[in-house]
């Protein structure tokens, strides 16, 4: 097994981290201090990687000083542990942000996966999201322009490939909205948010309406009582 660097495994760490909480899309510069693995990790090598053995899971951390759980969407650069980075929401479609279909996908995995529960989960996502991130058509992590060269189990990989599966089902559940967190100098993350429910509006009359509904109300009042 090659030897893996601090500043590569600090980098995958950071990437391979967890869902996020809702954040202030107001408010386009962010901090972000990535800790450790949430759920475990697996040691992979995969062919779009440049660093070597990285570390695949969900990490957490902070991220304007709340915790914080984050994916890597981003396998070119790296980052150090418990270091600060300054970080921008980048909509999806623009520059630096994901694809409508890359955005689309992801919220679906976030989705069908949920908040993950043990390492086979945790390693599962990550994979996927690479997945998403680095092929056209995201269908395997075995196979494509993205694939596991050596890593992880035969469960973690049959799990996100079953995941991969069924989010590309034209059927498939996206409740919730997925953003990238970029920076020019360390990796990407993903965040997750819900997607925002349609509220039920309850219209009241205008007074106009009003009026004119009592209006109908004593003509036929008036009526029934002349044929009496």
Not at 40 to 47: E, F
Not at 53 to 64: H, K, M, P
Request: charged content about 10%; some cysteine.
């Amino acid at each position: 097994m090659r030897k893996t660097s601090f500043a590569a495994l600090s980098a995958m760490f950071l990437i391979a981290g967890a869902q996020a909480g809702p954040i202030d899309g107001a408010i386009s510069s962010h901090t972000v201090r990535l800790t450790g693995f949430s759920n475990g990790s697996a040691v992979v090598d995969v062919t779009t990687d440049p660093w070597g053995n990285i570390g695949a899971g969900r990490f957490s951390g902070t991220l304007d000083g709340a915790s914080f759980l984050t994916y890597c969407t981003d396998l070119s650069q790296s980052f150090g542990w418990n270091n600060t980075y300054t970080y921008t929401l980048v909509a999806n479609g623009s520059s630096h942000g994901f694809t409508n279909a890359q955005a689309d996908l992801l919220g679906r995995l976030y989705a069908r996966a949920g908040q993950v529960q043990n390492t086979d989960q945790s390693v599962a996502f990550q994979l996927s999201v690479w997945e998403i991130m680095n092929d056209l058509s995201p269908a395997s992590v075995t196979a494509g322009n993205f694939r596991l060269l050596s890593g992880a189990s035969t469960q973690q990989r049959g799990l996100a490939n079953t995941w991969l599966a069924e989010i590309s089902q034209a059927n498939a559940a996206r409740s919730f909205n997925a953003q990238r967190l970029y920076s020019s100098v360390a990796q990407d993350f993903v965040i997750f948010t819900p997607v925002p429910q349609e509220q039920t509006i309850t219209r009241v009359p205008e007074p106009g309406t009003v009026s004119l509904v009592a209006l109908a109300v004593a003509g036929l009042l008036a009526a029934r009582r002349r044929r009496h």
